[in-house]
């Protein structure tokens, strides 16, 4: 709160003098007292600020230039402890150098993280150091001065930025919001009161997203966040053991997809994690967490946002009319999610179809539906005692039983229904050899008729505004931006089917696109999947960390304007291309359900496989491709997360796009996408 007597006086005897007919301009005895107490603000937290300096390491993470100059920490405690922002260190540093006020330059080691918060703990071996004073954090007001401090311009003088608190308990619960202009320099560096003492620790965060780099692209845009000290100091001595804090997960995800206007009915109850194991069931609706009635996911997720691992949680559910409690311990990971697998492709029937259940397309050789005699045009119009109405239902049914858990199927087959147990399996990393195409019957024209209902003749049908959707090759360059689009639609296009879509990003330098072209037309037309060719501005530089929206808009786009199986929407990168296909996958998986990899390697960590993003892999490349082996290794680190994984050799070809014996494995990997 301002505390300072002087500045407030000052302020009122102000607005005591000025006319009752017009406001006055500020006095310049205001705004000097205003630049005072923010001078004298600032020199009482100056002590507590050091300047950091990293050597070595990493130039970019996910496609993001990391800078290397100065940044800033704060003390904790006298004996050398200091906090700052991990995006500091994102570039993995060989060293970490710490200047004092008082001009000691040392080395310091980092102690732990801080996951949830974006903190990283370091330690000096110093004596004297000035901690910081916390305010205490319901003393925080929205509308109080707020002034961001660091020490990385200048060695010898903080730099400063003076706003307001904007906002408290933001990014679920984590942070304190400014509009004081924070850049990455003011990472690790502080937000204070008029009085110097210190409210937070300031961090990039993202309310949307939580990697690395999350929030990042916000600075000095009027929205800058910091982590409450108190918050800090609360969870300090867990850090000092040299064990990084995780999210503390419970673990479930919700019925609606409506984070703001949904309910809090749980859709599933992840196997093995406390909610499992106190009992808690899909279908089960949270009505308390820790004392604080929900109703909507968006307060349930406020209540989990800052939560760590090893904290209780207490929980209440209703499941019919009865109401179940349990206080449960979280944890910080969880046995990595698999699906069960079935072992059959549906049919990609109409999508105006009303049939009951969904045709089997194909069987796996070997798989659970082989051994319970599964055939072609079989329909499965049950399991686990739900009636089946569409492919994605029962895809999403099946990936509910895990590998070696029974269920049971029920199957007609000519008008006769039997029930079946079967005992499911792993993903299978192998593409079928051998894959029939889904047959798409061609459109039926309609012909268009005028208001009055006679059929146009046609000399009256308009050659521009059509409804008709564009096939075969086109393309545009985008307005107000130097990126551009090409796309290829079968002739054969019909909207009554879901289509593949598959998005290319070419390599630097060249775009490939008479090669991806000529490669892809016949698959496409065969398996019906839709090409669509991304540009990037400068061609020869390659993608750009910016350019990442341009391309989901674009997928997005086109799944507006064709018929898409939102199941089998792929990106697709080659050579430098991948690393940026690979952070596009990674953070837009709500679009992206698969990704592959020609001649690249995966240097992202993936993030957890999680039962709602339904993501898969194809790493493809010669034998003779120097990547050849690490590519092999990429694929088994992600069946080891148990992501369905699949790396194709071709014999005897080195580094250059796949010949057409690889095109053809990769359309018959996309197409075996909507395999359960």
């Not at 330690?123 to 929205?142: F, H, M, N, T, W």
């Not at 691992?309 to 349990?326: C, F, M």
Request: proline residues 6%; charged residues 25%.
């Amino acid at each position: 709160m301002m505390k300072n007597a002087s500045l407030m006086l000052l302020i009122l005897s102000c607005f005591a003098s000025t006319s009752a007919f017009a406001w006055q301009a500020p006095t310049r005895e205001l705004e000097e007292a205003e630049e005072q107490a923010f001078k004298r603000a600032v020199s009482q937290v100056a002590p507590s600020l050091v300047r950091i300096e990293t050597v070595g390491g990493l130039d970019q993470v996910q496609n993001f230039l990391l800078g290397n100059g100065p940044t800033t920490g704060l003390v904790l405690s006298a004996d050398g402890y200091v906090i700052s922002s991990s995006f500091n260190f994102l570039s993995k540093p060989a060293s970490i150098l710490v200047t004092t006020t008082d001009g000691r330059r040392m080395t310091a080691k980092v102690i732990a993280n801080d996951t949830v918060r974006s903190l990283t703990l370091l330690k000096v071996e110093a004596d004297g150091l000035v901690p910081a004073r916390a305010a205490a954090k319901e003393s925080i007001k929205v509308g109080q001065w707020a002034i961001a401090v660091g020490r990385a311009l200048d060695a010898n003088a903080p730099n400063v930025s003076v706003g307001i608190v904007s906002a408290v308990n933001r990014v679920w619960g984590k942070a304190i919001q400014t509009d004081a202009k924070v850049s990455p320099v003011n990472y690790g560096g502080v937000l204070v009161d008029v009085d110097g003492t210190v409210l937070g620790v300031l961090v990039p965060l993202s309310p949307q997203d939580n990697s690395t780099v999350a929030g990042v692209e916000w600075y000095d845009s009027g929205i800058g966040f910091a982590i409450p000290l108190t918050d800090v100091l609360a969870t300090l001595d867990r850090l000092k053991q040299g064990k990084d804090l995780r999210a503390g997960l419970a673990e479930f995800t919700f019925a609606s997809t409506d984070m703001f206007g949904g309910d809090t009915k749980i859709d599933r109850v992840r196997y093995d994690s406390p909610m499992y194991r106190a009992g808690f069931k899909d279908g089960d609706q949270i009505l308390e967490l820790d004392g604080h009635k929900v109703t909507r996911p968006a307060q349930v997720k406020h209540v989990l946002g800052g939560k760590i691992e090893g904290e209780k949680l207490a929980i209440t559910i209703k499941r019919g009319n009865e109401t179940k409690q349990a206080d449960l311990t979280l944890v910080g990971e969880l046995p990595p999610f698999e699906a069960g697998f079935l072992g059959v492709l549906p049919t990609r029937e109409k999508l105006a179809g009303g049939a009951e259940g969904v045709g089997v397309r194909w069987v796996y050789p070997d798989s659970p539906a082989a051994k319970l005699g599964l055939k072609p045009r079989d329909r499965i119009v049950k399991f686990r005692d739900q009636a089946i109405t569409s492919a994605a239902q029962l895809i999403d049914q099946v990936s509910r039983v895990r590998p070696t858990e029974k269920a049971a199927v029920v199957v007609r087959r000519e008008g006769k229904e039997q029930t079946l147990e079967a005992t499911l399996a792993g993903y299978p990393a192998d593409v079928p050899k051998e894959l029939p195409t889904s047959p798409i019957e061609a459109a039926i024209e309609v012909e268009p008729k005028k208001p009055d209902g006679k059929v146009e003749a046609d000399g009256d049908k308009k050659a521009e505004g059509s409804d008709k959707p564009r096939t075969g090759r086109f393309g545009e360059e985008v307005a107000d931006s130097k990126n551009a689009w090409w796309a290829f639609v079968p002739e054969s296009y019909n909207p009554a089917y879901g289509y593949s879509l598959l998005a290319w990003l070419h390599p630097p330098g060249d775009t490939l696109e008479a090669t991806i072209f000529d490669s892809w037309k016949l698959e496409a037309e065969r398996r019906g999947i839709i090409l669509l060719g991304l540009k990037a501005a400068n061609v020869g530089a390659g993608w750009q960390a910016n350019e990442a929206e341009f391309v989901h808009e674009m997928v997005v786009s086109f799944q507006k304007k064709y018929s898409i199986d939102a199941g089998r929407v792929v990106l697709h990168g080659y050579d430098k291309s991948g690393p940026f296909a690979t952070h596009l996958a990674f953070k837009h998986r709500d679009v992206f359900r698969g990704l592959i990899l020609a001649a690249s390697l995966i240097t992202e960590r993936p993030p957890e496989n999680l039962p709602e993003y339904r993501l898969q892999f194809q790493l493809i490349c010669g034998s003779k491709d120097p990547a050849h082996a690490f590519l092999d290794r990429n694929a088994n680190s992600l069946r080891q997360l148990k992501y369905p994984a699949n790396f194709t050799s071709l014999p005897d070809l080195e580094h250059r796009y796949p010949n057409a014996d690889g095109v053809d494995a990769m359309a018959r990997w996309i197409d075996s996408l909507d395999r359960l």
